[in-house]
């Protein structure tokens, strides 16, 4: 049986970026992804995330151009399952109002709730604030 992971946008923009903690992890993750050992899955937002991230790593110079425009392409061609999320904007602002999370990481919650499935984020301080919450929620750092 195929294990299934929602993952966030900060766990796909770690393919892309240089001098990233967990690179190690990531590339576990995905090598299992393309083998067709695990199943990703992502609300539709992850596709305005993820370039966004990529930006942020280029402003900061862990990205030249040529990088960018490699790394946005091969995002798109990725082949993650993508959910539509667009009836899910209320269900997300209640949980995010609930667990006291940004909006957006309501809609990867709200996704791995409905897939029954956990969570695998890169986001520690959400890890740190949803400890105790929530129980299909992975650090990166933890992925084995």
């Not at 993820?50 to 280029?58: E, F, H, L, M, Q």
């Not at 209640?94 to 990481?105: C, G, H, N, V």
Request: hydrophobic share 40%; glycine share 4%; aromatic share 12%.
């Amino acid at each position: 049986m195929v294990e299934r992971f929602v993952v966030d946008a900060n766990v796909v923009a770690k393919l892309y970026l240089k001098d990233e903690t967990y690179s190690d992890k990531v590339h576990l993750l995905f090598s299992r992804f393309e083998r067709g050992e695990v199943e990703l899955a992502a609300p539709r937002l992850i596709i305005y995330e993820v370039p966004s991230t990529i930006k942020r790593g280029a402003v900061r110079e862990r990205a030249d151009e040529q990088t960018w425009h490699e790394a946005i392409k091969s995002f798109e061609s990725l082949g993650l399952r993508i959910f539509d999320d667009s009836g899910a904007k209320y269900e997300a602002m209640r949980l995010a109002i609930k667990y006291q999370t940004s909006y957006y990481d309501a809609f990867y919650l709200l996704l791995a709730e409905d897939l029954d499935c956990p969570l695998i984020t890169a986001d520690e301080k959400l890890v740190r604030g949803l400890r105790g919450k929530v129980s299909n929620l992975i650090s990166l750092a933890s992925y084995a």
